[in-house]
């Protein structure tokens, strides 16, 4: 059988360092913490907006978060980042404005199908007062952004992963204020050369890349039927364009981090994988491990000493496995540029993500670490 490898070499890991900022302008230059000697995209934020379901959510309706004692405050952190590169055709309406116009509309059609995106995470109500994610209509949060650079420049870098870390707003869930807190955001940015980036950042207790990306996939092709050019109307109702831009309220503040050193390699296992933490890969000495079939509940576990070797298949994965660069905007505009992260909260913490699908297919599986350890399928 072949075996996972985990080594630890050491635990001197970056720790990154959160600032927060206020923008009481539209304009204001969103700062990026990089680490040293890295260059990070320049990026101002021009809107928020919040893109809620089409129809109402019927209530009651929820997904429980299992998980044993306290809910680990890695698990409020840890998120998944796509970034989307498109370079329309000179037909189209090329800003992120239009883009992020008719995302308004589109996606709030596909929240209506998919609710669980625009909950909330909050304290359950059954008996033993665990936490689940509430559907309801609180809605994905939507930025607008304009980049001081060239698509080009981005793509073309040596150092991608650095240079975009400012095209993907996130924020930490808030513990104490988890009602307020948004598990989805969706970042469209335009480039100096007229392409443009559409960045997604998800709260790994609401869904994980596959179930995410699959979500998209449906938004998309809804997202490309209403903008044809055999629909009626030629701009969406919410295009930004129209109306005299305001200044933010100050109480909208962005949160930046440096990139933090992390790498990721995926596995295939068997389906009939246990569903506890030990039967997995290990992340290290201390990961979070998640799983979700995606029709029951969310499995969190803190694994502290996780071990140096666990059992596991020697079928190594690939991002492009999950679909995301079919993902077509507008005229059968492909993605140019795809990027994936995921980052797994605290300081030298790591993760290990157990995508499920509903086919019965073998089980993809992320092992996230810090870069001082290292990942590899060992026969």
Not at 21 to 40: E, K, R, W
Request: one cysteine or more; proline letters at 8%.
């Amino acid at each position: 059988m072949a075996k996972i490898v985990i080594s630890s070499p050491n635990q001197s890991h970056l720790s990154p360092q959160i600032l927060k900022y206020a923008y009481p302008s539209p304009h204001l230059l969103l700062p990026i913490a990089s680490p040293p000697n890295i260059m990070t995209v320049p990026v101002s934020i021009v809107a928020f907006q919040s893109i809620t379901p089409a129809k109402v959510t019927p209530p009651g309706k929820s997904r429980q978060i299992s998980v044993a004692g306290n809910l680990p405050p890695e698990s409020l952190s840890a998120h998944f980042r796509l970034i989307l590169y498109y370079r329309p055709a000179a037909s189209e309406d090329n800003s992120a404005h239009a883009v992020g116009a008719w995302m308004k509309e589109t996606l709030s059609l596909a929240l209506a199908a998919e609710p669980l995106f625009a909950g909330r995470i909050r304290r359950s109500e059954a008996e033993n007062g665990g936490w689940e994610v509430r559907f309801n209509d609180a809605g994905v949060r939507l930025v607008l952004a304009k980049a001081a650079a060239k698509m080009a420049e981005v793509l073309d870098a040596g150092d991608r992963e650095e240079r975009e870390w400012g095209l993907v707003y996130w924020r930490d869930v808030e513990r104490d204020n988890t009602d307020q807190s948004a598990l989805c955001y969706i970042q469209v940015t335009d480039f100096q050369d007229s392409g443009y980036c559409i960045g997604i950042s998800c709260s790994l207790l609401l869904a994980d890349p596959l179930f995410l990306i699959r979500f998209l996939l449906k938004w998309a092709h809804t997202h490309s039927q209403l903008t044809a050019p055999s629909s009626l109307a030629t701009s969406p109702i919410f295009y930004l364009t129209n109306f005299r831009p305001s200044p933010l309220p100050a109480h909208l503040a962005a949160v930046s981090t440096a990139a933090p050193t992390t790498s990721t390699t995926l596995f295939h296992l068997p389906p009939t994988t246990g569903n506890q933490a030990g039967a997995w890969p290990s992340a290290g000495d201390n990961f979070t491990f998640l799983r979700s079939d995606h029709a029951g509940d969310v499995k969190v576990e803190l694994c502290v000493n996780g071990g140096e070797e666990r059992g596991g298949g020697d079928k190594t994965a690939r991002w492009e496995e999950l679909g995301a660069g079919d993902l077509v905007i507008g005229d059968k505009n492909v993605p140019v540029g795809v990027s994936y992260r995921i980052v797994p909260g605290g300081d030298g913490a790591g993760a290990v993500i157990a995508m499920v699908p509903s086919d019965g297919s073998d089980v993809l599986v992320s092992v996230t670490v810090p870069v001082s350890v290292s990942v590899s399928a060992k026969s």
